[in-house]
């Protein structure tokens, strides 16, 4: 007969096998498992309808500013998030929720570093809620996680799912757009004008051409996300409030997060007061000029703000 001490281990790694989703995961730069010392890691979340590759760029200009600044070797850890990119989608019972998300970047993160662990993570919308998650579930097991947080602009607490960001293209409408485009896809410049035709913006467009691969049978493209998927995260992401958690935030030599809040997002309106309420630890910045696709509209302000407020 087991021990209740012995038997506990086993549930507990049972249901995390049940719950959690293996991600594809890769570095930028790449580097030799040999080298010595080690470099060091940071972690960038994408948003929802995305991929890892989204951020390649935004990955190798912050590895670009933060070598220049500490001396150190830097490489940059992106994942595509479960039911985006090359990762697993929807599972028995629905595509997830934001903690079961959250718990599979921590899986990825132990694993692809061989339990080294990450410094920081940086996190767009879907993403950004997600690290948001991964600290406090990090703190909750006194593991030993990231020390900084970068959000961008990622509404921390409940959000209403039938209101627009405040920016020129809800999340919700462009989940809804790119639900309706038909399938196959002929080409990237009919699909930009499909979506523009219902109404998302020419840059928000162009940029969802980066997330379409040629499909595995036939002719043309397919979206590199599973839209079930996409669509329980975002309610998901909605139901979810983080304010708890940011309010408990005190600051000192601990946990830090950094809000970027996007000048064009109406949305932080909303929340204003529970921001005013947030622990001495969360500091917050605003790209005036960017829309909630920040990495899109200000992506140097957002290079500047990681890599200028990186501890060591």
Request: a negative charge; proline letters at 4%; aromatic letters at 6%.
């Amino acid at each position: 007969m087991y021990h209740l001490s012995r038997i506990s281990p086993l549930i507990s790694r049972l249901h995390r096998d049940l719950s959690t989703v293996t991600l594809s995961a890769s570095f930028y730069p790449p580097s030799p498992s040999s080298q010595t010392p080690p470099p060091r890691t940071f972690l960038v979340l994408h948003g929802l309808l995305g991929n890892r590759g989204n951020f390649k760029t935004c990955a190798s200009k912050i590895h670009e500013k933060l070598e220049a600044r500490t001396g150190d070797k830097w490489r940059g850890m992106m994942v595509d998030l479960r039911g985006h990119g090359e990762s697993e989608g929807r599972m028995e019972g629905g595509g997830g929720n934001i903690k079961e998300a959250a718990r599979d970047v921590k899986e990825a993160i132990e694993v692809q570093t061989k339990g080294e662990g990450v410094e920081f993570v940086v996190g767009h919308s879907l993403g950004g809620k997600i690290g948001l998650k991964l600290a406090e579930i990090y703190g909750r097991e006194k593991g030993i996680g990231p020390r900084e947080y970068f959000i961008l602009d990622s509404i921390p607490g409940r959000v209403d799912r039938g209101k627009a960001t405040g920016s020129e293209d809800s999340v919700r409408d462009v989940i809804n757009a790119v639900d309706e485009v038909g399938m196959p896809i002929v080409d990237k410049k009919s699909m930009m004008e499909d979506l523009e035709e219902r109404g998302i913006t020419k840059g928000v467009a162009m940029w969802m051409t980066t997330n379409l691969r040629k499909r595995k049978e036939g002719d043309g493209f397919e979206f590199t996300f599973d839209v079930p998927t996409a669509r329980s995260l975002f309610d998901s992401f909605g139901d979810t409030d983080m304010f708890p958690y940011l309010r408990s935030i005190d600051g000192g030599d601990g946990v830090r997060v950094h809000i970027v809040k996007a000048g064009r997002n109406q949305a932080w309106g909303d929340v204003e007061d529970d921001m005013g309420r947030v622990g001495e630890g969360v500091v917050v910045h605003e790209l005036e000029k960017a829309g909630h696709w920040v990495h899109v509209d200000d992506l140097e302000g957002v290079v500047r703000i990681v890599s200028e407020n990186v501890r060591g």
